[in-house]
Structures are given as structure tokens and as C-alpha cells.
T-cell receptor, first 113, second 112 residues
Framework: KAGVTQTPRYLIKTRGQQVTLSCSPISGHRSVSWYQQTPGQGLQFLFEYFSETQRNKGNFPGRFSGRQFSNSRSEMNVSTLELGDSALYLC????????????FGPGTRLTVL | GDSVTQMEGPVTLSEEAFLTINCTYTATGYPSLFWYVQYPGEGLQLLLKATKADDKGSNKGFEATYRKETTSFHLEKGSVQVSDSAVYFCALKAGGSYIPTFGRGTSLIVHP
């Protein structure tokens, strides 16, 4: 069974630009979560989508948004990029029930110059 | 709120040494507990988990026991290898939550 895939793996942008990251979950998984990982803050939860609806949200500004499609694939968008948005963005998928384990993708490394 | 505390790293060991990475937690109810591992340049991989008190999770020579009385889930391995060098994350998922809470991660460096 294929794992969670994320594209692109690496991205370089400049301040003020916007970026869209993509995540394809494990087949059959309906929940997709996004995390931001930085050396200073560690792993921080951004949001979770289940059946095309945002079910949970972390404490991030409105510049961070996401969506999920009917095939469970998800995209995350960051508008008006700031230097502090440089991070590894991780996507995780699960079946979607509370007791389920999350499985992570390899991440997208975003660098903002 | 829920929280996970891990020992500060890096932990530096010689090959074949015994490994312990401490993890304690605060949570309401009876959470499920996890250890994830992140190799350089990769995402997190589930290493092991335990869903109730006194359960022992194990995988690839790593073990951790869910200790409710001490609210701990320490990761152990009897003989580490250079290939175990990675960052290890302890996490919990409390009852009633879809989203796990992660610790800050502990870097392990194993020298030949």
C-alpha cells in the first residue's frame, strides 16, 4: 500500500508570495492533518480535514488555509509569506476515527527568502 | 491541557550501548501513547504505541511501557546501532481528541 505523498518536496519562495502544498493520503484514509515543524517551535498542528470539512484547527493566523477534495487529497495554502514561515510542512493521514493512528508523509521543505 | 515532556537532547551513545529516552505526560482520561521516529530529511514514522495502562509497545528492538502511576512512556533499546540515529518524538492522543499532542523531540546520535 502506498504511503502518504507530498509535493513538492522542496520549495523556495520570497516574502509576500503565496504557496500551495499538496498531500495525497494513504488509500482509504479520510482524515488529513497538517503540521508545521521548525527547530524553535517543534511540531505544531495546523488543521485537520475529514470528508472535505475542516474538523480541527490549530492556533495559526488566517494566512494559513487548507482544503480537502472528494478523493481525500488535501492542499494547504499560505498567503503573504513571511520569513518565519520557513519550515518543514508535514501531512499525516488516518482513517479518521479517534482511535486511529496517524501516518506521516516525507514533508515539504519551504524556504522563504 | 494535554502535554508531553521529553528529555532534552542530543543523546550521544556508542554503538551497542543501552538507550533510554524519557517521556512523561499530562492528560485527562486515559490517552493512547506513541513513539515516532524521524530520520534526517524524512517525515515521522510510527515506531510503537500503547493504548492502555501496562501495555508494552515494541518494534525493531525498541520498547516502551505505558505506566499510568508515573504517567510515563519511556523508550528503551538494549543495543543501539548507528542506523538508529534520528529524532524521537513521544506523543499522546487523549480520549475525545482526533489530534495527537507531540513532545519537542529528542535527538539520538550513535557513534561507531
Amino acid at each position: 500500500k502506498a504511503g502518504v505523498t507530498q509535493t513538492p518536496r522542496y520549495l523556495i519562495k520570497t516574502r509576500g508570495q503565496q504557496v500551495t502544498l499538496s498531500c495525497s493520503p494513504i488509500s482509504g484514509h479520510r482524515s488529513v492533518s497538517w503540521y508545521q515543524q521548525t527547530p524553535g517551535q517543534g511540531l505544531q498542528f495546523l488543521f485537520e480535514y475529514f470528508s472535505e470539512t475542516q474538523r480541527n484547527k490549530g492556533n495559526f493566523p488566517g494566512r494559513f488555509s487548507g482544503r480537502q477534495f472528494s478523493n481525500s487529497r488535501s492542499e494547504m495554502n499560505v498567503s503573504t509569506l513571511e520569513l518565519g514561515d520557513s519550515a518543514l510542512y508535514l501531512c499525516a493521514s488516518s482513517l479518521g476515527r479517534m482511535e486511529d493512528t496517524q501516518y506521516f508523509g516525507p514533508g515539504t521543505r519551504l524556504t522563504v527568502l | 491541557g494535554d502535554s508531553v515532556t521529553q528529555m532534552e537532547g542530543p543523546v550521544t551513545l556508542s554503538e551497542e550501548a543501552f538507550l533510554t529516552i524519557n517521556c512523561t505526560y499530562t492528560a485527562t482520561g486515559y490517552p493512547s501513547l506513541f513513539w515516532y521516529v524521524q530520520y534526517p530529511g524524512e517525515g515521522l514514522q510510527l515506531l510503537l504505541k500503547a493504548t492502555k495502562a501496562d501495555d508494552k509497545g515494541s518494534n525493531k528492538g525498541f520498547e516502551a511501557t505505558y505506566r499510568k502511576e508515573t504517567t510515563s512512556f519511556h523508550l528503551e533499546k538494549g543495543s543501539v546501532q548507528v542506523s538508529d540515529s534520528a529524532v524521537y518524538f513521544c506523543a499522546l492522543k487523549a480520549g475525545g481528541s482526533y489530534i495527537p499532542t507531540f513532545g519537542r523531540g529528542t535527538s539520538l546520535i550513535v557513534h561507531p
